[in-house]
Nanobody, 122 residues
Framework: QVRLVVTGGRSVQAGGSLRLSCTIF????????GAWFRQSPGKEREGVAY???????VYADSVKGRFTISADNYKKILYLQMNSLKPEDTAMYYC????????????????WGQGTQVTVSS
C-alpha cells in the first residue's frame, strides 16, 4: 500500500515563494507518475505539474515559468517549488502518485495525499 503525506502549505503574500513536499511511503517502483493538483472553492480540480521517473515534466499553462516539480527518487519525495505566487494560486494542493508511467495531468491517479492549503494574499 502506498501512502502520501503532504506538507508545506501556508499563507504567503503575492510575489512570494513556497515549497510543497509529498513523502511517499510504501512500495515505489522504478516507473511512476507523480503530480500536483489543486482545487479552489467552486472550481474544478486542476492539474498543476507532473513528473515521471525519467525526470520529464509537464506544467499547466497557468504556472509555467513559476512552478517547478522535482522528485528525489532515493528519499521518495515529490516537491513543488512555487515562485512568484499570485492570489489566483490560492487553493488546496494535492499530491498524486501512480505506479503507471505517463499519466501526466490526467486525474486518474491511484494514490492521493491529503490536501495542504496555500493562500496567497495581495
Amino acid at each position: 500500500q502506498v501512502r502520501l503525506v503532504v506538507t508545506g502549505g501556508r499563507s504567503v503574500q503575492a510575489g512570494g515563494s513556497l515549497r510543497l513536499s509529498c513523502t511517499i511511503f510504501g512500495y515505489a517502483p522504478i516507473t511512476f507518475s507523480g503530480a500536483w493538483f489543486r482545487q479552489s472553492p467552486g472550481k474544478e480540480r486542476e492539474g498543476v505539474a507532473y513528473i515521471d521517473n525519467y525526470g520529464g515534466s509537464v506544467y499547466a499553462d497557468s504556472v509555467k515559468g513559476r512552478f517547478t516539480i522535482s522528485a528525489d527518487n532515493y528519499k521518495k519525495i515529490l516537491y513543488l517549488q512555487m515562485n512568484s505566487l499570485k492570489p489566483e494560486d490560492t487553493a488546496m494542493y494535492y499530491c498524486a502518485y501512480d505506479l503507471r508511467g505517463g499519466l501526466q495531468l490526467r486525474g486518474d491517479y491511484s494514490y492521493w495525499g491529503q490536501g495542504t492549503q496555500v493562500t496567497v494574499s495581495s
